[in-house]
Nanobody
Framework: VQLQASGGGLVQAGGSLRLSCVASGSFPRDNVLAWYRQAPGKQRELVAS???????YVDDSVEGRFTISRDNAKNTVYLQMNSLKPEDTGAYYC??????????????WGQGTLVTVSS
């Protein structure tokens, strides 16, 4: 399984970016695609996630500004980021967790895509 993320870049505060991540290979339909981010000098943190069935989680720090969505037919997850703030700066990582009978069986990471928000 490979995860290919794209869409990062440099944007001014208040601007928008859209991240995409394509998952390729064979994996169970029962899975969660997610976006994590890691700011310089800080731990990686969960930003948002979405299950195959549509159940979502969005962190409070981005609620109302970021929207996660997925296209199951394309095995692609998106992160629409609006009203970006300098504190949103960091490397954004795509993550895939797969499950069988409710138990996590694999955890995959894509390469990071850098988001820089200037003030």
């Amino acid at each position: 399984v490979q995860l290919q993320a794209s869409g990062g870049g440099l944007v001014q505060a208040g601007g928008s970016l859209r991240l995409s991540c394509v998952a390729s290979g064979s994996f169970p339909r029962d899975n969660v695609l997610a976006w994590y981010r890691q700011a310089p000098g800080k731990q990686r943190e969960l930003v948002a996630s979405v299950h195959t069935g549509g159940r979502m989680y969005v962190d409070d720090s981005v609620e109302g500004r970021f929207t996660i969505s997925r296209d199951n037919a394309k095995n692609t997850v998106y992160l629409q980021m609006n009203s970006l703030k300098p504190e949103d700066t960091g490397a954004y990582y795509c993550n895939l967790k797969t499950y069988r009978v409710g138990t996590q069986v694999n955890n995959y990471w894509g390469q990071g895509t850098l988001v820089t928000v200037s003030s």
